[in-house]
């Protein structure tokens, strides 16, 4: 069974480029968000097994998703992606209950699997 993934980046290539790393791996992107106000409503609608989330969104941060999210539903599975450089923001979002976290630029393999690590915790 494939892992159902929730991709939340206010960037359209950034989407699409997570999306063209994980599918050929199994995983199966069930929706796209550009914002955190739109990944909380996603998460809702879809109840994605995974979320991959950008920290710094419009609208609403991804730090303030994930604490969203996690009232929502304390089991879901956060996989926040951050930039080089913002590593308060991640120790936050770590703080705040995501599971784990990317650096871009992404090493496709890395990517992988710590999303595989994510979907196993608890499985």
């Known amino acids: 069974m494939s892992i159902r993934v929730l991709v939340a980046d206010d960037a359209r290539f950034m989407r699409q480029l997570i999306r063209e790393i994980i599918e050929p791996e199994g995983f199966e992107v069930v929706g796209e968000a550009a914002d955190g106000r739109a990944a909380v409503e ?3 609608r879809l109840s994605p097994d995974l979320v991959t989330m ?3 969104m419009p609208k609403r941060s991804g730090i303030d ?3 969203e999210i996690l009232a929502l539903d ?4 956060v996989a926040m992606v951050s930039a080089l450089g913002q590593e308060s923001l991640v120790m936050e979002a770590l703080q705040a209950g995501a599971s784990d976290y990317i650096v871009k630029p992404f090493k496709p393999d890395s990517v992988v699997a710590t999303l595989r690590k994510i979907a196993e915790k608890g499985a």
Do not use: C, H, M, T
């Not at 304390?74 to 599975?77: N, V």
């Open 65 to 67: 998703a994930v604490k």
């Open 42 to 44: 996603e998460f809702q």
């Open 74 to 77: 304390p089991s879901a599975k």
């Open 54 to 56: 950008d920290i710094v």
